[in-house]
Structure formats: C-alpha cells, structure tokens
C-alpha cells in the first residue's frame, strides 16, 4: 500500500508542472478579449450539465454528459484557452458536486481530474491549431470535410490524453497491467469523446441557424423536465419499497406461526449439520498444516505405512520419501519478521505441490521442514534427479512485499522397502540423510546404514557426555607459556581431554561440537574453569618467590552469549581464590564478531572483574578493524598455522609481522602458538612478541609433570642468543625480513 501511494504521488508530482504550465499558457494567451455573453451562457450551461445533467453507463463508472460537447464547441468557437480554463472548472466542480452527494471521491482525486482535464484540452487545442490552423478560418469556409476532421481531430486528441492519463493512474491503483486497463475501458471512452465532437458539431450547425440563448432556454427547459423526473421517479421507487416492506412484513406476521412450528425440526438439522460440519473441521485440522494446508506428519505417517504394507504384498511396489529443510529460514524470520517468513513458507509450499505429481504427496511437518513422497519409482534415479530440479526451483528468488528473498534446501532420501517395520523408521532414516547433507553441504544425501550407526554413536556419546560432567570424567593437560624475552615460565594454557571410561582419551574435536550443539558446553566449561583456577592457585603456593603463574582458558561461542556468564566468573574467581588478572579467557574472532556491538557490551563486564581477554587463533577469523580497537581485550594469540610456516612461507611470515605490528599499535600482547623450531623463537623475538607456547617448549603436559616443570622455570635459557639484551633494545629490529 505505502509503495503504491509513493507511485501515485509520483505520478501527481510529473503532471502537475504540466498542467500548471496549461493554465498559465491560458492565462497569458489574451483570449479574454473573446469573453461574451454568448461564452458565459455556454460556461454556464456547461458547468450545469456537468454538475446535474449526468448519465451513468451501465456496468461502468463513466457518465455521459452534455458538457463534453459544449467545451469541444467552445474550443471550435472562442479557442483553446478559454476551453482549457472552462473544462478545468466544470470538471472541478462536477468532482465537488460528486463529493457533496456522498459519493467517496479523495481530494487527490478531484485535483488528478482537474490536471488531466487542462492538459487534455492543451494537447488538443495546440494539435489542431499545428494541423489546421486557426479554427475561425476553417468556420468561414464553410467546409464541411475540413469541419468534421477538425472535429475528429480534437476528439480523438482528448480521448488518447484522457485515457491514457487516467489508465496509467488506475493501473498504479489497482496494481493490473496498464495495457489491460486501458483497453477496458478504451472503446467506452472512446464512443464518449466522439459523441461529444458529434453533438458539438450540431451545436454548431443550430448556433448559425438559431440563437445561442433560445438554444440554451431549450437545454435548461429539458434539464429541468429531467431533474423533476427523475426526482419523480425516486419519489415513486420509495413509495414502492415502502409498500412491498410493509406487504412483505405482514407476509412474515402471516408466517411466523409456521416458522415457529418448524422450528425445531431445523434446529435439529442444523445441530447435526454442525456435529458433522465440525467433524470434517477435527479431521482435516488433525491431518493437514494449518497454514500452508499441506498434510501435516500424522497424514503423512499414514500414507507411508499403506505404502510400506504395499511393499511387503509386492516387491515391485517402489517409493522413495525426500524430507527437506529450510536454509537461513530462522536468519530471514528474526530480520524480516514472521510475516514474511509465514509468506516464504507458502511459497516454498506451492512450488513443491507444483512439482510432484498427482499420486505424490507433498507435506509440512513443522517450521520450515517438508516431506515429499515419490511413488511409482522405475529407477533409484529418478529420486536424485527430482531432488536436484526441487534445490534449484527452490533456490530461485521470491519476491515479498518488494524485497527478493533467497533460501535452499538440503535433502534426505531414504527409499521404501520391506524391511522397514515401522513408518517412523523410514521418516528416521530420511531425517538423518538429511542432517548428514546439512553437515556435509550436499543438496542432496541417499541414506545408508553407515549413517545410522553414525547417528546411534553420536547420540550414545551425547549421553556419555551428560554423564561425564556428573562424573567430572574431564581431565586438562597443562601447556607451558614462555616469556619469548627471557625464555622463562610465565602461565599455562589448560586444554581438556575426556578419560572415557570405555574408550580412553577421547580427542576435542569429536566431543566439543556435540556439547556447543547440545548446551553442555557450559556447565562442561564452568567444571574446567574450577579446576584449573584451583590447580594454578596451588602451583604458586609451590613457586612463590617467582613471577605469579596465569592460566589460559578457552570460551566458547556459545558460552560467550550466555546471559549469567560474568555472574559465573565472578563465583570462579571468589570459590577458588585465584587472583583475576592470573585468569585468562580465550575467545574465537567467530565468537566477538558475530554480533560485535553486544559482544563489546559483554567484553567490558568481563574486564570489570578483572581477569584478562585474549583473541584465540587471530587471523584465522574476519576481525574488523574498526571493532578491533574498540574491544576491551589484551592480548592476541597468532594461530600455529601461520607460525609453523614462517620458516617456508614468506606470505604467513609477513601476516605474523603484521599481526604483532596490529598489537603493538594496539597496545596488546602478543602469543605466538605452535613454535616448533629455535629459528621460529628467534624470529618472534626480533618481531618483538611477548609470549610464545609450542612443542619447543614442552607439549601439554598432566598436573604430576606440570610439578616437576616447576622446579625450574628458567629451563629454557639456554635457546637465547648471546645478544638477546642488545637485539631487545635495539627500537628498529623489527622492520627485519623474516626469511633473513
């Protein structure tokens, strides 16, 4: 609506320059020297039939009136001009006169007519003048054929202005084609504006034989004989309304007696109309999507299980059932609003029941989650080929309130057969297809066995994991950070394994997915915060006449958007008695750029604790600079995979002296992951990095080694240079090349 008032608005805005520009040229022309008595009388009549003297076409909101033949008569007589003001003002005051009598007319309306009515005469007056010259030499000639085609000439110049102006104004109005419209109403228009130029040429003809005054008593005598007859006829019409109400209510007195008497029999009707009327309303309710009203999951339950029972009486029997889901439906529903994501879920709906064939059936689960069945299947093929014409038709884009919206699918295709007991099994093993097409970003993913145990061991581990917690089954392994300047101990990093009581160790990256996916991240991630803020506070019981020890813990993503996780840093810090800025957490650029305003918000809570903020694995991410220095953090963590390859890379070497310039400028410190080499510690050095971990030093290690460790923490000098003081004074050292 608010994007066709824009429109329409505009549209109004082009034509009022020109009609403004009509008038004026009107104004200017000097044709008011023409002004007679005789141009007064017909201005007067003119106004008068427009106003009054008015025939409704049947079926059509057009009016036939007298007045459109007496402005073309007075563009023939007295010039373009005084036609152009006097069709502004009768077409003016007829639109008024419309709004008087109640009839709904808007003041944008009314000022549309005004315009087109003086652009319209404009247009024809000028055309006639370019072809035929002044109108007054052709009326002295007396030609007949040069009078008729002058005629023709200002009608069919009114019609072609009047209508395509008004057909472009309702076509924006009633959003349809402005060919379809215009041709509505073409051939009305047209017999309207050629009867005018017919009646304004035997206006004409009776003006040379009769006086224009005799001619306008002989109108107003018959607009008069009008107006009271029809006033008669009204008066006539209610009279017999009134008659037939008052015959019709003493009918209904007449009948009220047997209405009475079958009453009840209807009432009874009526109830079991309702009883049967409400079950059909259950029934399709229970079995169809209220909103698309596709078959919901329990129509499609049933319709597989008549299949699968099918399958067992004949083996020939083939059907293959696709189950399909939305991508970045919840991305579109938060930013777009339900609305639209209601309208996408229709269209999606109608593009599928599209595609399927009669004996298939599309259905809608819940969300944004369909299932299609194929039947008849010939070959395992065509259930592939259909999934991969359903991904691209619904990846193509859909228009919604004026915006294109994009979307996909990913497919899982279990095919029907005998062995399957149950309907759910099949629906199962088609969900897991699915999920594993999501993981894998497939279109499409054909079921097999393997997935299934896939989905059996994950869903074991899922629960393992929920008892691993109670259990505190997580041990962490301790991984050496060193002072890069004096090859010292300065903290650790606390990196969990899970001791699975049948398995053993099980590695990160098979249990952290399944706990971020499933929310045991969290109260996994609190049970290691305790632990390792507990074990750092004994080790510098151990080591107190030394630098106190830090400990690096990671967060994740998930964790980092919890609402109570300040509440929950602060009771680490009080329980375990560890002081805040020996506590570092350990964030993914992912994590603090996915929403980087509340990430800041959350950022600054964090620092009023106390404890310190590092950027894991930075330069892996899509850090922006414009947030980076914003966020309250104090230390970056160069990812290994960049570090490792200083020595053969010249690209990594340079994002390494990149990164640490970035931190320096920043006013951070830098971490440097993955040292393997001497020559790599020597470099980061120069480079001027403060921190650096790695198989160098020592990998991760369990707490009865990490106590040993202790025992000397300055093991590692003898991997310093002779000139390491000079090299760390020396201000300009790290504009060297790392291949040097």
């Not at 919206?405 to 149950?422: D, L, M, P, Q, R």
Request: include cysteine.
């Amino acid at each position: 609506m608010e994007n066709k008032d824009k429109l329409i608005n505009l549209y109004m805005a082009i034509l009022a320059p020109l009609a403004l520009f009509a008038i004026g040229w009107a104004l200017v022309s000097g044709s008011f020297v023409r002004v007679d008595s005789g141009f007064l009388t017909i201005s007067a009549l003119t106004i008068f039939c427009g106003c009054f003297l008015r025939i409704q076409l049947p079926r059509i909101n057009i009016h036939l009136t007298i007045s459109d033949a007496l402005i073309i008569l007075v563009m023939v007589i007295y010039g373009g001009p005084l036609a152009l003001l006097l069709a502004t003002a009768e077409t003016t005051a007829a639109s008024l006169n419309l709004y008087r009598q109640g009839i709904t007319i808007k003041p944008r309306t009314i000022l549309f007519n005004a315009m087109v009515a003086a652009i319209s005469v404009f247009v024809a007056s000028n055309v006639v003048s370019f072809i035929f010259g002044p109108t007054d030499l052709i009326l002295e000639r007396h030609d007949f054929t040069s009078f008729v085609w002058l005629l023709a000439v200002m009608s069919i110049m009114l019609f072609a202005v009047n209508s395509v102006a008004v057909a472009i104004f309702s076509a924006i109005k009633s959003e349809k084609s402005f060919v379809k419209v215009w041709v509505q109403n073409c051939v009305d228009t047209v017999v309207m504006y050629l009867s005018g130029a017919l009646m304004a040429g035997v206006l004409l003809k009776a003006l040379e034989q009769v006086n224009i005054y005799l001619i306008t008593a002989i109108v107003g005598f018959f607009g008069v004989m009008y107006l009271t007859f029809r006033h008669f006829v009204n008066d006539v019409r209610r009279s017999n309304e009134f008659a037939k109400k008052s015959e019709r209510e003493r009918a209904e007195q007449a009948e009220s007696h047997i209405k009475e008497l079958e009453h009840y029999v209807e009432e009874l009707e009526r109830s079991s109309e309702a009883l049967q009327e409400s079950h059909e309303k259950f029934r399709h309710a229970a079995y169809h999507d209220a909103l698309t009203g596709l078959p919901n999951r329990n129509f499609f339950l049933d319709r597989l299980k008549v299949l699968l029972q099918q399958s067992r009486e004949n083996s020939e029997v083939n059907f293959a059932v696709l189950l399909l889901d939305l991508n970045r439906f919840k991305t579109i529903n938060d930013s777009l609003g339900h609305s639209i994501g209601d309208r996408l879920i229709k269209n999606v709906a109608k593009r599928l029941t599209n595609m399927v064939r009669e004996d298939d059936m599309v259905g809608r689960f819940s969300g944004d989650k369909f299932g299609i069945i194929l039947t008849d299947l010939l070959m395992r093929d065509e259930a592939t080929a259909f999934a991969d014409r359903l991904a691209k038709r619904v990846a193509e884009p859909y228009t919604l309130d004026g915006r294109q919206v994009f979307t996909n699918v990913k497919i899982g295709i279990a095919f029907g057969n005998s062995k399957y007991a149950e309907a759910e099994d099949i629906l199962r093993d088609a969900d897991i297809a699915m999920y594993h097409a999501k993981d894998h970003n497939e279109n499409h993913v054909i079921f097999d066995q393997k997935m299934h145990v896939r989905a059996v061991t994950r869903l074991q581990l899922e629960t393992d994991l929920r008892f691993a917690i109670e259990r505190r089954e997580f041990e962490l392994y301790y991984q050496p950070i060193i002072g890069l300047d004096t090859a010292t101990l300065i903290g650790f990093e606390a990196l969990v394994r899970w001791n699975h009581p049948q398995r053993g160790l099980v590695p990160p990256n098979e249990f952290i997915p399944i706990s971020e996916s499933t929310g045991l991240i969290i109260p996994m991630t609190i049970q290691i915060l305790h632990s390792a803020c507990e074990q750092i506070v004994k080790w510098q019981g151990l080591a107190a006449d030394g630098q106190p020890l830090s400990v690096a813990v990671n967060l994740s993503g998930k964790h980092f958007a919890h609402p109570n996780l300040v509440e929950q840093i602060r009771d680490v810090i009080e329980e375990s008695g560890i002081s805040p800025h020996c506590l570092k957490l350990e964030l993914t650029e992912s994590a603090v750029m996915e929403n980087a305003e509340t990430a800041i918000l959350m950022l600054k809570q964090i620092k009023e604790t106390g404890v310190q903020i590092s950027i894991d694995d930075f330069g892996t991410g899509y850090s922006s600079l414009s947030y980076l220095h914003r966020f309250p953090i104090d230390l970056l963590k160069v990812d290994r995979s960049f570090v490792s390859a200083m020595e053969d890379n010249t690209e990594n070497g340079e994002i390494v002296r990149t990164v640490i310039a970035l931190a320096k400028a920043l006013n951070l410190k830098v971490v440097a992951e993955g040292i393997e080499s001497i020559h790599q510690f020597h470099q980061l050095r120069i480079l001027g990095c403060e921190y650096g971990q790695g198989y160098l030093f020592s990998k991760p290690l369990k707490v009865e080694d990490v106590e040993r460790l202790l025992q000397d923490r300055s093991r590692w000098q003898n991997i310093l240079p002779p000139t390491a003081g000079v090299i760390a004074r020396n201000p300009n050292i790290s504009h060297l090349r790392l291949t040097q």
